[in-house]
């Protein structure tokens, strides 16, 4: 009963490739985010979606385009891919605002 | 700058010691919140306290905030090897517009 969830866990790709990450949350919250934590574990939003509306897009390349077909979900696809995209990427629900966040257990990307 | 930052950035006890981490913040706030991360894994919330609080317990955590100084602390009492992971402060600001997290402690407890 894995209350945030993100798919793939690992992901390696080449430069100039396109990639999506996937993210489901069971908890029936309103609000979904995306953070990037960098190798010093420096923790970033990205986004943030509210019943499916973006309330937040940081500074963040247009290459990067969240989608959420229903507040449950909210995916991260990545075009073009770039060195620098390499992150741990973390997908988060919380019931509404900015409360008690619950986070997904993080996806690696690696580009080559 | 950092909206939030921590200190120590490495903290290295024994088991059973007290461990203290200490976050300062520059905007004015909603909420102040401690997050743990095991390597590997995601963040999970510890403890909110809001910005009209003082002090607030959870367990083996005592987590202080003081406004004035803009400034926070988490107090784990009793350290086990288990609580060995990096350990987060993060602040709503009043703007309600985000949650910012701090550059984090990483706490080692040596059996």
């Known amino acids: 009963d894995t209350a945030v969830s993100q798919t793939p866990k690992y992901l390696v790709t080449q430069m100039g490739n396109d990639k999506s990450i996937k993210c489901e949350q069971n908890l029936g919250h309103d609000t979904m985010y995306w953070y990037k934590q960098d190798s010093k574990k420096f923790l970033k939003i990205m986004f943030s979606y509210n019943n499916k509306e973006l309330i937040i897009n940081e500074t963040v390349p247009n290459r990067f385009s969240p989608k959420s077909p229903d507040k449950a979900h909210l995916n991260l696809h990545i075009n073009s891919l770039e060195l620098g995209d390499s992150a741990v990427y973390f997908c988060?629900?919380?019931?509404?605002?900015?409360?008690?966040?619950?986070f997904g257990p993080g996806t690696r990307l690696t580009v080559l | 700058s950092q909206q939030g930052e921590e200190d120590p950035q490495a903290l290295s006890i024994q088991e059973g010691e007290n461990a203290t981490m200490n976050c300062s913040y520059k905007t004015s706030i909603n909420n102040l919140q401690w997050y743990r991360q095991n390597s590997g894994r995601g963040l999970v919330h510890l403890i909110l306290i809001r910005s009209n609080e003082r002090e607030k317990h959870s367990g083996r955590l005592r987590v202080t905030l003081d406004t004035s100084k803009k400034s926070s602390s988490l107090l784990i009492t009793a350290s086990r090897a288990a609580d060995t992971a990096s350990y987060f402060c993060a602040t709503e600001e009043t703007s309600g517009s985000r949650l910012t997290f701090g550059e984090g402690t990483q706490l080692t407890v040596n059996p």
């Open positions: 988060a629900s919380s019931r509404k605002g900015w409360g008690e966040q619950f």
